[in-house]
């Protein structure tokens, strides 16, 4: 290796450096790499220095010997000869460097490769190996885009060309993309991978800087992400599925966090007893709501439900809510809590069902019941039912007395064998 490749190499394991600590920025294990790298480009300062005192040695040392004979040249042979054998150390110690460099690069989990200012391939990793299926000896020190390839089948410009260059007919073919600072992030569907199949990829690229801060190169790290759009897809679809689901149900349905924060609602919660859009609700309160649910109403439901928090589980009550339309009426509530993936409560869901109808049935049925029994404890003759079963249901006043009894609600579930007549039971039967 004549010197000036030497140089060269220096130069293009400093760009990797750079390129490696530009890569590893947030990661959780971003210290202890970066003591790594600082290690690695001090030996390679180290190795710099003395590659060029062996180089200013070359060029000075046969004179230098020459006049420093006196007895024999053999002193000048020895002298070139320190030279060689110095000189062979120092390849020896960047070859190591080159080493170490290598394994950090396939070391990454992800698919990683770097490419020089002319687009020239000068690292590609393991993980992208396997990936593409194409060896490093076979893309080393290829330009011409030939990285694309194995992606898209063709050679074409992609993310890691943007950061060094813009290119808006690229930039367009990529979804999800988010510049940050000098890094470029993206998504994008690849046809080639998979045998074919295609495979949707996520990446981040950055350029390479050289030490007076200029670009002389870029990097991109690569992720099958796949399975996870997969898996998002099916998640869209299971909440649209339970987004249709909830707003079909004619009860007003909500839930909560465990700060009593709306999460959500189905359309005719918002519309009928808000009257508001979920946009609106969400995030909000019962008190940040003061116009739909008046401020009695508002401590009335903050109190049950911090007592579902205190006792988690499934809670049922009768209270009354407003309508967007300023009426009240009465809702039957059942609400329970939920957890979180820690098993930790998260939150509340609730159902709302109007029982207006129902308590104003109840009442109505209460009402006849109260008007019937006064007409039956007042007629002067013995009166009482039962059921199929020869066991009362009821009777007035004066049968009650007759059979031994205050209340005429103490001969209810009872037979004529647990009567004053008892020894006479059968005839009444």
Sequence with gaps: MNCSNFADKIKEFRLGIEGMRQRFKGNPQSDQIALSLDSLEECLDEMYKEQQEIQSFAENAPFGSRSLLRDSSVVGLQGMTTEVTERKG??????????????????????????????????????????????????????????????YGEPRPILIDLVI??????????????????????????????????????????????????????????????????????????????????????????????????????????????????????????????????SDLADRYHEQDQKLFREPGIQVYETQAQYADGLRRDFLFSKATFNNFAGEVAGIVGVMLDITE???????????????????????????????????????AIFAQDAGFADSKDIVGKDDYQMGWRDQAELYR
Excluded at 198 to 207: K, S, T
């Design 90 to 151: 120092v390849e020896e110690a960047l070859r190591e460097s080159e080493q170490r460099l290598a394994n950090i690069i396939d070391f990454l989990p992800d698919a990683t490769f770097a490419v020089n200012q002319e687009g020239k391939v000068i690292a590609w990793n393991r993980a992208i190996e396997e990936m593409t299926g194409i060896g490093k000896d076979e893309i080393l020190d290829r330009g011409s885009y030939a990285y694309a390839v194995p992606f």
């Design 165 to 294: 260059q813009d290119q808006k007919g690229i930039e367009s073919k990529y979804t999800n993309i988010i510049r940050k600072g000098d890094q470029l992030i993206a998504e994008a569907l690849t046809p080639m991978l998979n045998q074919g199949k295609g495979a949707d990829l996520w990446g981040i690229a950055a350029p390479l800087y050289d030490r007076n801060g200029s670009i002389v190169g870029a990097i991109q790290s690569i992720r099958d992400i796949t399975e996870r759009k997969r898996e998002q897809e099916e998640l869209q679809n299971n909440l649209r599925f339970l987004e249709t689901m909830l707003n079909t149900i004619p009860s007003p349905i909500f839930f909560k966090d465990r700060q009593g924060r709306y999460l959500g609602c189905n359309d005719t919660f918002a519309r009928q007893i808000v009257g508001l859009p979920k946009k609106s609700i969400i995030g909000k309160s019962v008190y940040e709501l003061p116009e739909t649910i008046p």
């Design 358 to 396: 129902r308590k104003q049935a109840e009442e109505a049925l209460r009402t006849s019941h109260q008007i019937l029994d006064g007409i039956i404890n007042t007629i002067p003759v013995r009166v009482f039912w039962k059921g199929k079963d020869l066991v009362y249901l009821g009777c007035n």
